[in-house]
């Protein structure tokens, strides 16, 4: 069974602040990402991570930005939050060793900016 | 570059009734990876299958039955005698191997009692 955790699962937060998404893994996976869901449903990959002090950013342009200093943890933060980063957020870890391992998912944040 | 549409938007049907999702991919790799992922209202993703680019054969658990064809570039997913339970948001996903998932956009499934 998966093993990955997203704190906090909800959050309303005043535009400008400062706030930092965690994600924590207890699998020992080299491979750790940071998905941006949208009301459509749609996920777009924002930062990726193959392995501590490796970080690259996705497809979607996103002014967060992402630390990978231990292998279990994986956080995101916004340093100015926007009404536009209202959004949920979901962090995926996967396998560094095997070729096309699956995903395993954690429950994701729900973002709200006001 | 790597590509996954799911044309159905949402669906609806009536418990006990059949339903399948499509999902068609591209990429140029001759090595792939295909996925499907459940998303329940709680919100988290949860994998259901995996199939690499040289399985072709398809795989029935339960339930679920999923239908590859190289041939078309699809990996079309069936439920059978559908459940209340079965609603969710059903995603279909890529990957070349070393390569982040891809996903399709996603087909909500509203499964009525």
């Known amino acids: 069974e998966a093993d990955i955790y997203q704190t906090p699962r909800y959050l309303v937060i005043g535009t400008g602040k400062k706030i930092t998404l965690e994600c924590s893994q207890t699998?020992?996976?080299?491979?750790m990402y940071w998905y941006q869901q949208d009301p459509g449903m749609e996920l777009h990959l924002i930062h990726y991570?193959?392995?501590?002090?490796?970080?690259e950013k996705g497809d979607l342009s996103s002014e967060s930005t992402v630390s990978r200093i231990r292998t279990e943890h994986f956080p995101l933060t916004l340093e100015s939050a926007r009404p536009s980063h209202t959004s949920q957020y979901l962090c995926?870890?996967?396998?560094?060793?095997?070729?096309?391992?699956?995903?395993?998912f954690g429950q994701g944040t729900r973002l709200t900016v006001v | 570059a790597q590509k996954v549409t799911q044309a159905q938007t949402e669906i609806s049907v009536v418990e006990k009734e059949d339903v399948t999702l499509d999902c068609v991919y591209e990429?140029?790799?001759?090595?792939?990876?295909l996925f499907w992922y459940k998303q329940p209202p709680s919100g988290e993703l949860v994998f259901l299958i995996r199939r690499n680019s040289f399985d072709e054969q398809n795989e029935i658990s339960g339930r679920y039955s999923w239908n590859f064809q190289k041939s078309t570039s699809s990996f079309n997913f069936t439920i059978t005698a559908s459940q209340v339970v079965d609603s969710a948001v059903y995603f279909c996903a890529l990957t070349s191997g070393n390569t982040p998932l891809v996903f399709g956009k996603g087909t909500r499934l509203s499964v009525i009692a």
């Open positions: 699998m020992g996976h080299d491979k």
């Open positions: 990429t140029r790799d001759t090595t792939y990876y």
């Open positions: 995926a870890s996967s396998e560094g060793h095997g070729v096309g391992t699956e995903a395993f």
């Open positions: 991570s193959y392995g501590v002090n490796s970080t």
